[in-house]
């Protein structure tokens, strides 16, 4: 919407066709997804928050393996400034601050610095500055900092090991008022055009034990 007279040109995403086999023979397992990653399309390989507290047990889209700054990556919050050595804390784009809440466990890595474990969130401020958000975690960036010239970013713990496809394009929602949805992801029995596909890479495929077929995805 827009208020001046204009025609925005698109395709609808969801007209798409994912399963080759017969959908009623998959077996499917509902889920919640966590809040704040927007729209997420059908197809889209899908993880599980694996925090000890927080969002415990939702779903988050997984985060590919490949890390160049051009992948669909919406489980990611990057970095607006380096993650300096020994801080508590990252700052990020302030609508990706609402894809966590306190208590979730987070990870960073970025294209020169191997993944590092950076514990539980345990302050999310959104209030003190206006363009940015600033997360406070239980344990300090190591010995090497985590730059934005690298696409350092921040997700949580399990976003990348794939557990399912999403059978069902689903809205999160984005910023302070996302809410999260219900959906259901495809875990075996299935056969998928593997070209409607997001982000099932090599790591993806093995996690949910699925093979390449010429153009179908078998699990």
Known sequence: MSDTPNITRGVQTDYKRMFKSDPNIALSRPKTLQAGY???????????????????????????????GAELGNGR???????SIGALFVYVVMS???????????????????????????????????????????TV??????????FAYIAVEGANTCVGI?????????????????????????????GMLTN????ARTDISATVDGQYLQI
């Open 38 to 68: 927007g729209k997420i399309d059908l197809g889209t390989a899908m993880a599980l928050n694996g925090s000890a507290a927080g969002n415990i047990g939702k779903l988050v889209p997984y985060d590919p393996a490949a890390l160049t």
């Open 141 to 150: 960036i190591g010995a090497v900092a985590f730059t934005t010239a690298d």
């Open 96 to 138: 990706d601050a609402y894809k966590f809440m306190v208590g979730d466990d987070i990870y960073i890595i970025d294209d020169d610095t191997a993944i590092e474990q950076l514990g539980a969130i345990t302050a999310i401020d959104t209030t003190t500055l206006t363009h940015m958000a600033k997360i406070t975690f239980t």
């Open 200 to 203: 099932v890479d090599a790591d």
């Open 166 to 194: 999403l059978e069902q394009t689903r809205d999160t929602g984005t910023g302070s008022d996302a809410k999260g949805a219900q959906g259901a992801i495809v875990k075996a029995n299935a056969q998928l055009y593997n």
């Open 77 to 83: 919050a990057y970095l607006v400034q380096e993650g």
